[in-house]
Nanobody, 120 residues
């Protein structure tokens, strides 16, 4: 398994935006079911958003309307556009292949993640 590689995190003020990217070598990320997760200190990664090979997207309630998952087939990359960021969105963000009964369970090993910090 080659972990997916996240990038795009950073420091932003509340109300600002960031776009996270998820890519991998040797795998077609753009045709896989990809989930975005975030992890707080001492916690396990929580599912935030998913984009499926069908094009369907799903979001947890706390980010619905603010976050948008998308994919660029030419770049073999999945994105998470995060708008109207809040301090409580501060976390370490990961992407992973998802599946299982819930269609939200992470399947592969975790990558390095990308830090998102939202200042108030």
């Amino acid at each position: 398994q080659v972990p997916l590689v996240e990038s795009g995190g950073g420091l932003v003020q509340a109300g600002g935006s960031l776009r996270l990217s998820c890519a991998a070598s040797g795998r077609s990320v753009s045709t896989s079911n990809i989930g975005w997760f975030r992890q707080g200190p001492g916690k396990v990664p929580d599912f935030v958003a998913g984009i499926y090979s069908s094009g369907e997207t799903t979001y947890v309630a706390s980010v619905k309307g603010r976050f948008t998952a998308s994919r660029d087939y030419a770049k073999n990359t999945v994105y998470l556009q995060m708008n109207s960021l809040k301090p409580e969105d501060t976390d370490l963000y990961y992407c992973n292949i998802i599946g299982g009964v819930t269609r939200r369970a992470p399947i592969h090993s975790w990558g390095q993640g990308t830090h998102v910090t939202v200042s108030s």
